[in-house]
């Protein structure tokens, strides 16, 4: 789990120090100003990208160009190159083997591309909302906070950025709340059910089609696993390639989709599915450590379910094409493995320690991330005007600020993981957004919480309600995760696209944006 959010500093020191925690934004605890340093490294990794694919991008031109030669020559032209190749044995014979060996390396490094047919986001029944007052007096009639620590957590819900109609799992409703291994394992049946049944519906998928399954939960591992959780549910075929992975924070759906990408490189004519998801019931925390008790106040019942697909025949009714996936890992840094950690308090009980350098560590797995992303996906002019300027700056030793580029020139739309108001708030000022560029993350983080993994697609769907998807657009999906990583998944539309049917902003879109209390 990951949090970012918002709370005003307590009168007690420890209060103080913990509020800083991803909440309030102070100073030396915000993202870093990306007008600052920029490492060399990152970009020239970005560069890798691209020229790994240096043999394609040539090739393509080449044959484009035969063919538009060969479709002006006229019969007299043919005839009189016929005559001349005849005489020139040697030449064909060179000229055949350099297409074939081209067309054969093109062929076999060219990557498959990989459709998101459709997706489907779950939405919790309305019993299980929980309004901001009904929150903290349940949180109140538990007993096991002090009053310290509810005040805390009124605080940071006042600043979260969240509405009054998350969700949170059935056994927190009870007081005292019954979180158990059986009540964790129908949370987690709820959701990845609930969005499943919806996805297979609306895309006429058939079990027996899935060649690939991808499930994604930090938190919640239980055995058998989630992933075999859904093979038995809906019967899948019995050499399936599954795959469940934990641990990995709200960057790990963006982890799943790559995963995914590279087993649909490998095997042909298939549909992978892809499940991210978090479990809140047995994830809840009962003590009164604050930089524990922020998660709590934070995150809410989630999850996704999206098909993914190899298959040419799909290209037409697909929504997206994957385009990109780039991840950064700043695991080796022991602070920023740390700053997301899962422990137990003096007291014995578990919970999710946030470390007061989070904000710090995310700017700075962010600014690798996108320093790395550049390169692919900016236009030449942005791209030349960064050059330029870090150029001069390496040369001459000066005090002069690289130049930013505009991501607004290489991407349409925005989905900025929603683990809080400070990380959107922050990610808007440093990468020069415009209040519509983040309002669908503003608003799936008021409408639904921090869901983890399954938030940027939440916002996606926030998008396609809003009916702002346009043939050829581009999105970017951007999510941080323990460890600590920063992800991102780029995807063009291939069509027009309408929101699904049962979408969960369905019968509320019209409502939004609605303005959040700073």
């Given at each position: 789990m990951e949090a970012g959010g918002n709370a005003p500093a307590d009168t007690n020191p420890t209060a103080r120090t913990s509020a800083r925690v991803g909440v309030q934004i102070q100073q030396s605890r915000r993202l870093p100003d990306f007008l600052q340093s920029v490492n060399l490294k990152y970009v020239k990794l970005g560069y890798h990208y691209l020229i790994s694919h240096l043999l394609t991008l040539c090739l393509v031109p080449v044959m484009i160009i035969i063919l538009i030669e060969a479709s002006q020559m006229n019969p007299d032209d043919i005839?009189?190159?016929?005559?001349?190749?005849?005489?020139?044995?040697?030449?064909?014979?060179?000229?055949?083997?350099?297409?074939?060996?081209?067309?054969?390396?093109?062929?076999?490094?060219?990557?498959?591309?990989?459709?998101?047919?459709?997706?489907?986001?779950?939405?919790?029944?309305?019993?299980?909302?929980?309004?901001?007052?009904?929150?903290?007096?349940?949180?109140?009639?538990?007993?096991?906070?002090?009053?310290?620590?509810?005040?805390?957590?009124?605080?940071?819900?006042?600043?979260?950025?969240?509405?009054?109609?998350?969700?949170?799992?059935?056994?927190?409703?009870?007081?005292?709340?019954?979180?158990?291994?059986?009540?964790?394992?129908?949370?987690?049946?709820?959701?990845?059910?609930?969005?499943?049944?919806?996805?297979?519906?609306?895309?006429?998928?058939?079990?027996?089609?899935?060649?690939?399954?991808?499930?994604?939960?930090?938190l919640f591992n239980p055995t058998p696993s989630l992933?075999?959780?859904?093979?038995?549910?809906?019967?899948?075929?019995?050499?399936?390639?599954?795959?469940?992975?934990?641990?990995?924070?709200?960057?790990?759906?963006?982890?799943?989709?790559?995963?995914?990408?590279?087993?649909?490189?490998?095997?042909?004519?298939?549909?992978?599915?892809?499940?991210?998801?978090?479990?809140?019931?047995?994830?809840?925390?009962?003590?009164?450590?604050?930089?524990?008790?922020?998660?709590?106040?934070?995150?809410?019942?989630?999850?996704?379910?999206?098909?993914?697909?190899?298959?040419?025949?799909?290209?037409?009714?697909?929504?997206?094409?994957?385009?990109?996936?780039?991840?950064?890992?700043?695991?080796?840094?022991?602070?920023?493995?740390?700053?997301?950690?899962?422990?137990?308090?003096?007291?014995?009980?578990?919970?999710?320690?946030?470390?007061?350098?989070?904000?710090a560590i995310a700017g700075g797995a962010l600014k690798t991330n996108i320093t790395t992303l550049g390169p692919l996906v900016l236009p030449i002019s942005e791209q030349l005007l960064f050059f330029a300027t870090l150029v001069l700056k390496k040369l001459f030793q000066k005090n002069i600020k690289p130049y930013i580029p505009d991501f607004k020139l290489a991407f349409d739309h925005f989905c900025i993981h929603a683990g809080g108001r400070a990380v959107i708030d922050e990610l808007e000022k440093n990468l020069q957004l415009l209040p519509e560029h983040v309002e669908a993350s503003r608003m799936t983080l008021h409408r639904f919480g921090n869901t983890s993994s399954s938030s940027i697609w939440y916002e996606l769907a926030y998008t396609e309600a809003k009916g702002r998807i346009r043939r050829g657009q581009r999105i970017w999906q951007i999510a941080f995760g323990s460890g600590f990583k920063c992800n991102s998944a780029v995807w063009q539309a291939l069509r027009h696209v309408k929101p699904a049917p049962n979408g969960p902003w369905e019968d509320c879109i019209d409502r939004y944006p609605v303005k959040v209390v700073q």
């Open positions: 005839r009189q190159l016929w005559l001349h190749l005849q005489y020139n044995l040697v030449f064909v014979i060179t000229c055949s083997a350099i297409l074939v060996f081209g067309s054969t390396v093109y062929i076999m490094t060219r990557p498959r591309p990989v459709y998101l047919v459709d997706y489907f986001c779950y939405r919790a029944p309305d019993e299980l909302k929980a309004p901001f007052e009904s929150f903290m007096e349940h949180s109140r009639l538990t007993g096991d906070f002090d009053e310290s620590s509810l005040q805390f957590q009124r605080k940071i819900l006042e600043r979260s950025g969240l509405g009054d109609e998350t969700y949170v799992p059935e056994a927190m409703h009870f007081v005292p709340p019954r979180p158990s291994m059986q009540a964790a394992r129908e949370e987690a049946e709820q959701v990845m059910f609930g969005a499943l049944d919806n996805l297979f519906a609306n895309t006429n998928v058939k079990a027996k089609d899935i060649g690939i399954l991808v499930v994604n939960c930090s992933s075999a959780m859904i093979v038995n549910k809906y019967k899948l075929r019995g050499n399936i390639r599954s795959f469940n992975l934990g641990g990995m924070g709200c960057s790990a759906g963006v982890i799943a989709v790559d995963l995914a990408k590279d087993l649909l490189q490998v095997h042909r004519n298939t549909y992978a599915v892809v499940v991210s998801t978090e479990n809140i019931t047995q994830n809840w925390y009962f003590g009164n450590k604050k930089a524990m008790l922020i998660p709590n106040c934070l995150f809410r019942v989630g999850g996704a379910a999206v098909l993914l697909s190899n298959k040419s025949v799909d290209r037409r009714r697909a929504k997206y094409r994957l385009v990109h996936v780039v991840r950064t890992h700043r695991g080796s840094d022991d602070k920023a493995f740390r700053c997301v950690y899962q422990e137990q308090d003096d007291a014995g009980k578990t919970g999710v320690t946030l470390s007061k350098d989070l904000m």
